[in-house]
């Protein structure tokens, strides 16, 4: 597609249960991120996945928290036992780290808005 | 750790500009982006500097000065739609560290 498409938009789910939440990146990115922004607050790295490596997991809040990449492309993040403080918006972005002048720049998706009753 | 500090909001009068400073701390540094994020949407690329001086592009332009962790983003002109919050991010190891933005208003 032309832009990074994250699905769902918006989740609304209970105390406890398990949210997955899935990001196509922009084809031939071969750098996928996910942030978190809460109401208020500046985004907050979360995973960072770059081609075959190890993601770099350092901004994992919690071992709730995890996320992986299928086939260098596709991502999921997901939240198992979610707690009212995990209601924020998730923000996936790719890049293309090989790529000219502002090689690092990350292109947004829309974003998905989860809200944990 | 990351110390990215930038104002919580300004207004402004359409037609004028606005400069949004933005002071950073950071153990290392691969450049400093500006994004604009109108509400409910995804946060959208306007500037990236790694050399010390001013960018410019359009209406819009950006310094840096490395030696002394600062930045601003200047708006010239400012039409109702650059009401929106910016944000200033500095990257290290391709990651990259937000602060909390600054929500501009422009007034008619």
């Known amino acids: 597609g032309a832009g990074v498409s994250q699905s769902p938009s918006n989740k609304v789910t209970e105390k406890g249960k398990d949210v997955e939440l899935r990001c196509d990146p922009i084809?031939?990115?071969?750098?996928l991120y996910w942030y978190r922004q809460s109401l208020g607050q500046g985004l907050e790295f979360l995973i960072y996945f770059q081609g075959n490596s190890a993601p770099d997991k350092s901004g994992l809040p919690s071992d709730r928290f995890s996320a992986e990449r299928t086939g260098g492309s596709v991502s999921t993040l997901t939240i198992q036992r979610t707690q009212q403080e995990d209601s924020a918006v998730y923000l996936c972005?790719?890049?293309?780290?090989?790529?000219?002048?502002?090689?690092?720049?990350?292109?947004f998706g829309p974003g998905t808005r989860l809200l944990v009753l | 750790g990351q110390n990215i500090d930038q104002p919580t909001e300004m207004t402004a009068t359409e037609g004028a500009i606005v400069q949004i400073n933005c002071t950073y701390q950071t153990s290392g540094f691969n450049g400093l982006f500006w994004y604009q994020q109108h509400a409910g949407e995804a946060p959208t690329f306007l500037s990236y500097?790694?050399?010390?001086g001013l960018e410019e592009k359009g209406r819009f332009s950006s310094f840096l000065s490395r030696s002394k962790g600062y930045s601003y983003l200047l708006l010239k002109e400012l039409q109702m739609k650059d009401s929106a919050s910016y944000l200033c991010?500095?990257?290290?190891?391709?990651?990259?560290?937000f602060g909390a933005g600054t929500t501009v208003t422009v007034r008619a």
């Open positions: 084809s031939g990115h071969t750098a």
């Open positions: 991010a500095v990257s290290s190891d391709y990651k990259l560290s």
């Open positions: 972005a790719s890049s293309h780290p090989l790529l000219g002048d502002a090689s690092e720049t990350q292109y």
């Open positions: 500097n790694v050399l010390d």
